[in-house]
């Protein structure tokens, strides 16, 4: 069974860069109808998508993040990361890593447990 | 960008009894590309129907899903206590990606 594990500091300063690690076991990151993606959700709030990367390195950013952010992927580790900088209070939320089925349909039918991130100084 | 809006915003409901989710697009949305999710709290989301209309596996067959174009219809048909939760919807298109509604919380009356 296919399982996300998201990895990375809990807690980052203003202005620095946030990086987490998604580690998949159970099955490969390689897998062509696939893609693997990034969402957040602020406390108490709904949720977000961040971003997408397929296997091949191919990325798909959320318009109002993009400049912030950058997803990639390494198959040799089955992992992939993110990495978001210039953050504020803001950036603070849950952030979970998924799986997306997208061949015909579209949708995240695997997620991590989730990481907290708080941004503060 | 399509916008999806859920009503209601809480539904208050008795186990048994059926719940009824609306999430509406501002803009027609491919049935392929749209999704519901259940949330409990301090949990990850759980993909509960796809396609607009499919189950996703182990999904009971209470959770059905229904709908096209800009209105896309979640029903429970007899609330079980585990099913007391936030419900969101989820579509895709080619920009800007995956947008979420900002749920329907199913709490018990």
């Known amino acids: 069974q296919l399982q996300l594990q998201e990895s990375g500091p809990g807690l980052v300063k203003p202005s620095e860069t946030l990086s987490l690690t998604c580690t998949v076991s159970g099955g490969s990151i390689s897998g062509s109808s696939y893609y693997w993606g990034w969402i957040r959700q602020p406390p108490g709030k709904g949720l977000e998508w961040i971003g997408t990367?397929?296997?091949?390195?191919?990325?798909y950013y959320n318009p109002s993040l993009k400049s912030r952010v950058t997803i990639s992927v390494d198959t040799s580790k089955n992992q992939f990361s993110l990495k978001l900088n210039s953050v504020t209070a803001a950036d603070t939320a849950v952030y979970y890593c998924?799986?997306?089925?997208?061949?015909?349909?579209?949708?995240?039918?695997?997620w991590g447990k989730g990481t907290t991130v708080t941004v503060s100084s | 960008e399509i916008v999806l809006t859920q009503s209601p915003g809480t539904l208050s409901l008795s186990p048994g009894e059926r719940a009824t989710l609306s999430c509406r697009a501002s803009?027609?949305?491919?049935?392929?590309?749209l999704a519901w999710y259940q949330q409990k709290p301090g949990q990850a989301p759980r993909l509960l129907i796809y396609?607009?209309?499919s189950r996703a596996t182990g999904i009971p067959d209470r959770f059905s899903g229904s709908g096209s174009g800009t209105d896309f219809t979640l029903t429970i048909s007899r609330l079980e206590p585990e099913d007391f939760a936030v419900y969101y919807c989820?579509?895709?298109?080619?920009?800007?990606?995956?947008?979420f509604g900002p749920g329907t919380k199913v709490d018990i009356k």
């Open positions: 396609g607009a209309s």
């Open positions: 803009q027609s949305v491919s049935s392929s590309y």
């Open positions: 990367i397929y296997y091949s390195g191919s990325t």
């Open positions: 998924v799986q997306i089925w997208g061949n015909y349909y579209y949708y995240m039918d695997v």
């Open positions: 989820q579509q895709y298109g080619t920009s800007p990606g995956f947008t």
